[in-house]
């Protein structure tokens, strides 16, 4: 079995989805929803891709099926993310605070730079 780092990078649809799920399992509907709540309407996610995604994550074991959901509609699937879920989803974290780190780093030696040309 690989690990959860082997997953890396994320595309942003695999990584706002398990962020979705970090706090407990829920259904399509609802991960669509938070998605979109969580990127502040920025990022919606299809039925289609997200359906899409769901069994590319389950295939790759980041989230498994966590049965029906015993509320109003017990035909929705339930999903859950993984311990591997959760080790890629920290590496992805990881990665990308270390491109933020690295790019403001640049950017800060870049601005003085230029700054001491224009004097």
Do not use: C, W
Not at 15 to 28: D, N, T
Not at 69 to 80: E, L, P, S
């Amino acid at each position: 079995m690989e690990s959860g780092k082997d997953a890396l990078p994320l595309t942003e649809a695999f990584y706002y989805i398990l962020v979705a799920l970090y706090g407990g399992p829920s259904h399509g509907y609802g991960i669509m929803q938070d998605v979109e709540q969580m990127s502040r309407g920025r990022v919606t996610i299809g039925a289609g891709t997200l359906y899409t995604a769901l069994n590319t994550l389950v295939k790759k074991q980041l989230i498994a099926s966590a049965g029906l959901d015993r509320g109003a509609d017990a035909r929705r699937k339930m999903y859950a993310i993984t311990d591997h879920g959760r080790e890629a989803l920290h590496g992805e974290l990881d990665r990308l605070e270390l491109l933020l780190q690295n790019g403001r780093h640049a950017i800060s030696r870049k601005g003085s730079v230029e700054h001491e040309h224009t004097k």
